[in-house]
């Protein structure tokens, strides 16, 4: 099982690795040629960094539109709630209003 979960995570590495490579080249690319003003090509970094922060933004807000719902587990829980609230009031401590 080890050698198996290190080869994966060395995978992500290597892919993520070859990302970053892959960005630089293109951005010290764009520093030596005239294509992009320098003023805009120093501030790419900046861009990519605010782009890497909304896609995991993005990517949070749909994981949780996409939340599965466990209405078996939501009974459960609320039944240790009500065991709960018994078991406290048992001990004296206010639990508020049901």
Do not use: N
């Amino acid at each position: 099982m080890w050698p198996q979960l290190y080869h994966r995570s060395m995978k992500h590495i290597v892919k993520i690795m070859t990302l970053l490579v892959g960005i630089s080249a293109l951005w010290f690319g764009l520093l030596k040629t005239s294509m992009v003003p320098s003023s805009h090509t120093l501030l790419l970094p900046i861009y990519f960094i605010m782009c890497l922060g909304c896609y995991g933004l993005l990517m949070v807000g749909v994981g949780l539109m996409r939340f599965p719902t466990c209405p078996q587990e939501a009974l459960l829980l609320q039944q240790d709630v009500i065991e709960a609230k018994g078991y406290l009031k048992q001990r004296g401590v206010d639990v508020g209003s049901e």
